[in-house]
């Protein structure tokens, strides 16, 4: 084999390494955007399905705050309230009403396809939490995969991430509230997605856009070394987040 094809062989190899990374990363993003998705409508279902369900047993529904629990229950016990004693004290207590067939019909109806959505929703989560590490392992450790998925759609892509100011990086998802605040409509936004991250959402109101502009950074720096090195910093970064975290948290 002469030098030129030697040549065309090694660019040939390297464009299909970079498609694979660009295809990659855009898998990715709509595995991001179904999730989200789905989560809304996990969301809007379950909301309707409470407001039915209430009127039979409003106490389990008060019970169980969290959607996800609650549909497990109703899938794996039952409607009835007799068929959720076993799980439930309050059953025999309830002061909600009989439920008819054609409700009875209905709910599980709903609760079965919420069932599946949830199933759905947790498959792609996985799918992102497997391959997110593997294309952008700091990045990944310092925002967990869905949201570090999230911050690399919003920005096109992890060079794009990688080559923005920590500023614009810290707006990623704010777009149209800082639109309604230029047009005089609203106050300027402190954070974008980054209000995810647990550190910047569990602080006080007036602390959020401290954290979120040292988040910002930091995840700058974690997208240049996935970038453009092959060094593992997630450890050293994830310590001066919770530093910081520790700093601005109350006493």
């Known amino acids: 084999m002469d030098k030129d094809q030697l040549r065309e062989k090694a660019i040939s ?5 970079l498609e694979s990374i660009v295809d990659r990363d855009d898998l990715l993003a709509k595995a991001v955007k179904q999730h989200d998705e789905l989560e809304n409508d996990i969301r809007n279902q379950v909301e309707t399905l409470r407001d039915w369900y209430s009127v039979h047993f ?47 019909e209905m709910i599980e109806s709903v609760v079965d ?22 294309e952008f392992e700091n990045l990944s ?12 759609s919003l920005a096109g892509g992890l060079e794009e991430l990688a080559q923005k100011p920590a500023s614009t990086v810290q707006m990623l998802g704010a777009e149209k509230a800082l639109f309604r605040h230029l047009k005089g409509n609203g106050s300027s936004p402190k954070h974008g997605v980054l209000f995810e991250h647990r550190f910047v959402r569990d602080l006080p109101e007036d602390k959020r856009g401290k954290m979120a502009r040292f988040l910002a950074n930091k995840t700058v720096i974690a997208a240049r070394v996935d970038q ?22 109350p006493d």
């Open 228 to 249: 453009y090195g092959d060094d593992d910093k997630s450890e050293k970064l994830n310590k001066e987040i919770e530093d910081k975290y520790s700093d601005l948290s």
């Open 141 to 152: 450790s310092l925002l967990g995969p869905l949201l570090a998925s999230r911050l690399v």
């Open 13 to 17: 190899r390297t464009r299909n390494e």
């Open 113 to 134: 396809s919420v069932s599946s959505m949830i199933e759905v929703r947790d498959g792609i989560e996985e799918y992102v939490r497997d391959n997110a590490a593997e």
């Open 58 to 104: 409003p106490e389990l529904e008060s019970e169980l705050g969290d959607d996800d629990r609650f549909v497990q229950i109703l899938q794996k016990y039952g409607i009835e309230r007799s068929e959720i004693e076993p799980f439930s004290e309050m059953a025999a207590k309830s002061t909600g009403s009989a439920i008819s067939a054609s409700d009875r």
